[in-house]
């Protein structure tokens, strides 16, 4: 099992097991979007599906919160065309337009 945090301070979504850190999501805001621009997982711990519980934990506090995202992340964009239940949370590209 995965937890993913919202470190607000950090502008990242944090994985963690057992108190150790395996991966983040990092974004920046724009008026209240979350633009998602890099995830990574620590080597130690690819292949083991951290990436994708790190998105989907990602995405659902998003949309608890009642934002959107813009993903610029090519891993979370990938992950989005296989997960169409998230489409509703994603906005255009705030810089084109």
Known sequence: MVDVVEVTQEERFEASRDGELLGFAAYTLDRGTVVLTHTEVFPE?????????????????????????????????????????????????????
């Open 45 to 97: 711990h690819e292949g083991q599906g951290v990436g994708g519980e790190l998105v989907r934990g990602a995405l659902d506090q998003v949309r608890a919160s009642g934002r959107d995202v813009v993903p610029l992340c090519p891993y979370v964009r990938a992950w989005l065309g296989r997960h169409p239940e998230y489409e509703d949370l994603v906005r255009a590209d705030p810089s084109n337009g």
